[in-house]
């Protein structure tokens, strides 16, 4: 599991990171890419922490699975 840098942590660095990906037609994550960069480690843990996740259900169009692009933000605050 994808955890908070200690020397980060340590340092009081935080941020987001932004992820785009994709599902594909099998519900498989794929095309992982940062957008936007908070620190180089921050980037490696919120990659880490989305390849954590299981198999996703497709999106689908018409009834056929299909491919979707997401965006979301990986917010990493120290508490």
């Known amino acids: 599991m994808a955890s908070f840098p200690p020397i980060l942590r340590e340092a009081g660095i935080g941020g987001v990171v932004y992820l785009q990906f994709n599902i594909n037609e099998y519900g498989n994550i794929q095309d992982e890419t940062i957008l936007k ?29 299909v491919r979707v692009t997401y965006t979301i933000p990986v917010r990493f605050t120290i508490r």
Not at 38 to 65: N, V, Y
């Open 37 to 65: 960069s908070a620190h180089p480690k921050l980037d490696k843990a919120a990659l880490e922490a989305l390849r954590c996740i299981p198999r996703l259900e497709p999106g689908t169009q018409q009834g056929r699975p």
